[in-house]
C-alpha cells in the first residue's frame, strides 16, 4: 500500500466519458487502465440486487482510486472531502466517476435493478479503507 496522496477535492471527482461504439446490432463500451481511467486497473469487482433504500460505500480510500460506472439504472453517488460535498447522478454505461483517494463517498438512491462496475487501482486492502467518518475527517485535517 502506497503513502495517502495529497488531500483531494470534490471537484476532483469528475465524470468522464467512455469511447461508445454506435452499431445498429447494439451498443459497445470499452475501457482501457492507464488510458480511460487516470490509472492502471488492479481490481474490478460489481455491485448488484441492492435492496430498495440501501445504501452502499459510506467509506474513504487512503491510496486507492476508484472509477464508477452504472451499467443499468441509475444511482447517485455522495462525494465529500470533509469540507465541501456533493451528489454526483451516473445513469450511463459510457460514462465513469473518477474518485481520487482521501473522499468520502456513498452509494444511494439507486432505481431497482441497478448494476454498477467498480474499476480499482489496487487490489483489497483492508488497511486502505477509513470507515469511520470521525477519523476521515481528522485525516484529511492533518
Not at 486497473?41 to 482510486?65: C, E, K, M, Q
Not at 447522478?89 to 459510457?94: F, G, K, M, S, V
Not at 468520502?104 to 489496487?122: C, H, Q, R, T
Request: hydrophobic share 35%.
Amino acid at each position: 500500500m502506497s503513502r495517502p496522496v495529497p488531500h483531494a477535492s470534490v471537484q476532483d471527482c469528475v465524470l468522464i466519458d467512455l469511447p461508445k461504439m454506435t452499431d445498429p446490432r447494439g451498443n459497445l463500451t470499452f475501457i482501457e487502465g492507464g488510458g480511460h481511467v487516470p490509472f492502471e486497473i488492479r481490481r474490478v469487482f460489481y455491485v448488484y440486487d441492492v435492496p430498495t433504500g440501501t445504501n452502499r460505500g459510506a467509506h474513504a480510500h487512503r491510496s486507492l482510486h476508484q472509477f464508477i460506472v452504472c451499467l443499468s439504472g441509475s444511482l447517485d453517488v455522495r462525494v465529500d472531502d470533509g469540507e465541501a460535498e456533493e451528489t454526483i447522478h451516473i445513469n450511463r454505461p459510457w460514462r465513469g466517476l473518477h474518485i481520487p483517494p482521501m473522499i468520502w463517498a456513498s452509494e444511494v438512491n439507486f432505481d431497482p435493478g441497478s448494476i454498477y462496475l467498480v474499476l480499482a487501482s489496487d487490489h483489497y486492502d483492508e488497511a486502505d479503507y477509513i470507515r469511520d467518518y470521525d477519523n476521515f475527517l481528522h485525516a484529511v485535517r492533518d
